[in-house]
């Protein structure tokens, strides 16, 4: 599995833990494991613009996920997929600035909602969503048991 960080956000983040749990979410929901992904952390500027762009919102957010390619999950021997062919599961955008004050309000350290927003991204990438009530716990209940995994095995 590749997955390629870049850190253009002006704050010091552990992004070998940013990695940490994305590849274990990537692992856990059965995912090529040539699938590539993408993390982008930028700072508050660009994520206002890039929630403006894409999501019509105002003010930056905290996280979003730009799907690429539909076949990267891996649904067992008797699904065929293009064996052999790396997938681009996509890109996720992280706003450290936003995730620290989250994380402040929430209790937690921002390491920890950057990890959270990391496997959110994931998900969202993987095509949950939480529009509706029932997408909601499916996607958050998913969410904090490979957060929960995941610290387990740290």
Known sequence: MSIEIA??????????????????????????????LSVLLVD???????????????????????????????????????AGEPALLGDIVLCPEVAAKQAATAGHSAADELHLLTVHGVLHLLGYDHAEPEEEREMFGLQARLLSSWRSTR
């Open 7 to 36: 850190n253009e956000s002006g704050v010091d983040v552990d992004t070998d833990a940013v990695l940490a749990v994305a590849r274990h979410a990537l692992d856990e929901m059965g995912v090529n494991p040539l699938a590539e």
């Open 44 to 82: 508050t500027d660009y994520m206002t613009e890039l929630n403006h762009r894409w999501m019509g919102g105002d003010g930056p957010t905290d996280v979003l996920a730009f799907p690429m390619d539909e076949g990267s999950v891996d649904h067992g021997p008797g699904e065929n997929t293009a």
